[in-house]
């Protein structure tokens, strides 16, 4: 059984920065591209950011390009998310999960809560 445990949001000034955390359990992670995604309050969810299985291919949606970075640890099934230049518009909730080259499973996890003030 799939679990997902997001962790490292919080409350943050506009231009600061976040790192978040993702440890999955129940999955072969070394062969999963993983990724992050987002849900503002009345939007769609969204994707943010993309790494495939080895961690050498990444990608980005364009809220997120040349602010985030995404990376991974297979020997720790974790997958994390740096985010710098934050802005009152990243706030959402961000959530990791399947990615690229797979669609995301039905299990989200709770997701862990971003938000910048203005």
């Known amino acids: 059984q799939v679990q997902l445990v997001e962790s490292g949001g919080g409350l943050v000034q506009a231009g600061g920065s976040l790192r978040l955390s993702c440890v999955a359990s129940?999955?072969?992670?070394?062969?999963?591209?993983m990724g992050w995604y987002r849900q503002a309050p009345g939007k769609e969810r969204e994707f943010v950011a993309g790494?495939?299985?080895?961690?050498?291919?990444?990608s980005y949606g364009n809220s997120a390009k040349g602010r985030f970075t995404i990376s991974r640890d297979n020997a720790k099934n974790t997958v994390y998310l740096q985010m710098n230049s934050l802005k009152p518009e990243d706030t959402a909730i961000y959530y990791c999960?399947?990615?690229?080259?797979?669609?995301?499973?039905?299990?989200w996890g709770q997701g862990t809560q971003v938000t910048v003030s203005s």
């Open positions: 129940g999955l072969i992670f070394r062969y999963i591209d």
């Open positions: 999960n399947r990615a690229l080259r797979a669609a995301p499973y039905d299990y």
């Open positions: 790494i495939k299985s080895s961690g050498d291919t990444t």
